[in-house]
């Protein structure tokens, strides 16, 4: 069987030299972003990631879960969410549950698990659980998470269990990097082509968003996409547009109208919270008429960056 050679790292690891990480062979990273409600080191991720997709590896994320209640799950998944939304990532968003100090039962902490994924599923990203193999058979009801692809940690000489990452060693070596790191073998490739968004012909519509690369400014960007640099600061919400990030995900195109013979039509690009029902009150459309235009399967199933016509 191929394997593809990955690692997961957080702020232990301190810095790191990506371009070396790469030539050792290391095809995929999951960054450490978030914890709970809140962390401290979010700022690594926020460093880290971009850096990692210039290097040409596939990088995905994970939260470190505290939750035992499916009100705190979401919770922590819309902070989740609101902290990788900017990146360009292409490989899977996962949920790290390893463990249960407030002692929820099994459905309970399944439950609120299944909100998680639910979650990160609808912002349009590929959603995973990462856990122990013991805590997976022991705590959680597995038959109710099949749905989602599955990163095992056991160090040992055999997986033991059907998985499709494994993470087999935590205490491995890898260049660029200065201390022990996780290593992991995926059995099947994550590259998510939906969520890898890549700058396209300017005149082509269907194009909404770009990944900032090295010596990009909104300048070369807005002329690039016939837009102007004002118009790329509001759709962002950039406070200085002198400073853009490597690996920054930057709408290029926002709400437009489209004149035609039987009137206008309005685009609306999804933002975080955002509801077919909520575009309904904004635009004066109907659900109905929203499901047709975009030929929605699921009225209550959008994506974050996914463009509707709302008119």
Same mark, same amino acid.
């Given at each position: 069987?191929?394997?593809?050679?990955?690692?997961?790292?957080?702020?232990?690891?301190?810095?790191?030299?990506?371009?070396?990480?790469?030539?050792?062979?290391?095809?995929?990273?999951?960054?450490?972003?978030?914890?709970?409600?809140?962390?401290?080191?979010l700022?690594?991720?926020?460093?880290?990631?971009p850096?990692?997709?210039?290097?040409?590896?596939?990088?995905?994320?994970?939260?470190?879960?505290?939750?035992?209640?499916?009100?705190?799950?979401?919770?922590?998944?819309?902070?989740?969410?609101g902290?990788?939304?900017?990146f360009?990532?292409?490989?899977?968003?996962?949920?790290?549950?390893?463990?249960?100090?407030?002692?929820?039962?099994?459905?309970?902490?399944?439950?609120?698990?299944?909100?998680?994924?639910?979650?990160i599923?609808?912002?349009?990203?590929?959603?995973?659980?990462?856990?122990?193999?013991?805590?997976?058979?022991?705590?959680?009801?597995?038959?109710?998470?099949?749905?989602y692809?599955?990163?095992?940690?056991?160090y040992?000489?055999?997986?033991?269990?059907?998985? %499709? =990452?494994?993470?087999?060693?935590?205490?491995? $070596? *890898?260049? !660029?990097?200065? @201390?022990?790191?996780?290593? &992991?073998?995926?059995?099947?490739?994550?590259?998510?082509?939906?969520?890898?968004?890549?700058?396209?012909?300017?005149?082509?519509?269907?194009?909404?968003s770009?990944?900032?690369?090295?010596?990009?400014?909104?300048s070369?960007?807005?002329?690039?996409?016939?837009?102007?640099?004002?118009?790329?600061?509001?759709?962002?919400?950039?406070?200085?547009? %002198? =400073?853009i990030?490597?690996?920054?995900?930057? $709408? *290029?195109? !926002?709400?437009? @109208?489209?004149?035609?013979? &039987?009137?206008?039509?309005?685009?609306?690009?999804?933002?975080?919270?955002?509801?077919?029902?909520?575009?309904?009150?904004?635009?004066?459309?109907?659900?109905?008429?929203?499901?047709?235009?975009?030929?929605?399967?699921?009225i209550?199933?959008?994506?974050?960056g996914?463009?509707?016509?709302?008119?």
């Amino acid at each position: 069987m191929t394997t593809i050679k990955g690692i997961d790292v957080s702020h232990w690891q301190g810095v790191i030299i990506w371009d070396k990480v790469a030539k050792d062979g290391v095809k995929f990273v999951f960054i450490k972003a978030t914890e709970g409600t809140s962390y401290s080191k979010l700022s690594y991720f926020k460093d880290n990631a971009p850096k990692a997709l210039v290097a040409g590896l596939k990088v995905g994320a994970y939260h470190y879960a505290k939750f035992a209640t499916v009100a705190e799950a979401k919770a922590e998944a819309a902070y989740f969410l609101g902290s990788i939304r900017s990146f360009g990532l292409n490989y899977p968003a996962v949920l790290d549950l390893e463990e249960n100090k407030k002692g929820a039962n099994k459905k309970i902490l399944t439950d609120a698990a299944l909100a998680f994924l639910e979650a990160i599923e609808d912002a349009g990203h590929t959603a995973m659980l990462y856990t122990f193999k013991s805590f997976l058979e022991k705590q959680l009801d597995e038959s109710r998470l099949k749905k989602y692809p599955l990163w095992i940690a056991r160090y040992n000489s055999t997986l033991g269990r059907s998985a %499709d =990452i494994w993470q087999h060693s935590e205490a491995g $070596k *890898v260049n !660029g990097i200065s @201390t022990k790191v996780d290593l &992991n073998l995926a059995y099947r490739d994550f590259t998510n082509t939906e969520n890898i968004v890549k700058p396209s012909n300017p005149s082509d519509n269907t194009s909404t968003s770009y990944i900032v690369k090295k010596n990009d400014t909104l300048s070369l960007i807005a002329k690039k996409y016939n837009t102007t640099v004002k118009s790329l600061v509001s759709l962002n919400g950039i406070k200085n547009p %002198d =400073i853009i990030n490597i690996g920054m995900k930057l $709408k *290029v195109t !926002g709400s437009t @109208t489209t004149s035609t013979t &039987n009137g206008t039509k309005k685009y609306h690009i999804v933002k975080g919270g955002d509801t077919v029902s909520a575009l309904v009150k904004k635009y004066g459309s109907s659900a109905s008429q929203i499901k047709t235009w975009n030929s929605l399967k699921n009225i209550d199933k959008i994506y974050v960056g996914q463009k509707l016509r709302v008119k």
